[in-house]
Nanobody, 113 residues
Framework: VQLQASGGGSVQPGGSLRLSCAAS????????MGWYRQAPGKQRDAVAY???????TYASSVKGRFTISRDNAKNTVYLQMNSLKPEDTAVYYC????????WGQGTLVTVSS
């Protein structure tokens, strides 16, 4: 499984961004996909994930602001991030759960005025 993340950038507080993660390879083996983030000097934390049947789970810090979704036809998972805060600044990584856990490259999100 290969994952290609995109969509990061710089935004002011209160703004929005949408991250994308396109999966390729052994797509049929994937059970769930998700997003993690790692702020400078901190550990990598889970943000959200979505299962094959559409069940979603969010970290409490993003619940109500972020939405994870998937387009099965495009083998892509999205993370819509609204009402962004400076503390959302981090490198965001997508991952896929199959027989192993696969990681995409990170994409940087900077929230600053």
């Amino acid at each position: 499984v290969q994952l290609q993340a995109s969509g990061g950038g710089s935004v002011q507080p209160g703004g929005s961004l949408r991250l994308s993660c396109a999966a390729s390879g052994s797509i049929s083996s994937i059970n769930a996909m998700g997003w993690y983030r790692q702020a400078p000097g901190k550990q990598r934390d889970a943000v959200a994930y979505i299962t094959n049947n559409g069940r979603t789970t969010y970290a409490s810090s993003v619940k109500g602001r972020f939405t994870i979704s998937r387009d099965n036809a495009k083998n892509t998972v999205y993370l819509q991030m609204n009402s962004l805060k400076p503390e959302d600044t981090a490198v965001y990584y997508c991952n896929a759960y199959a027989s192993n856990v696969y990681w995409g490259q990170g994409t940087l999100v900077t929230v600053s005025s």
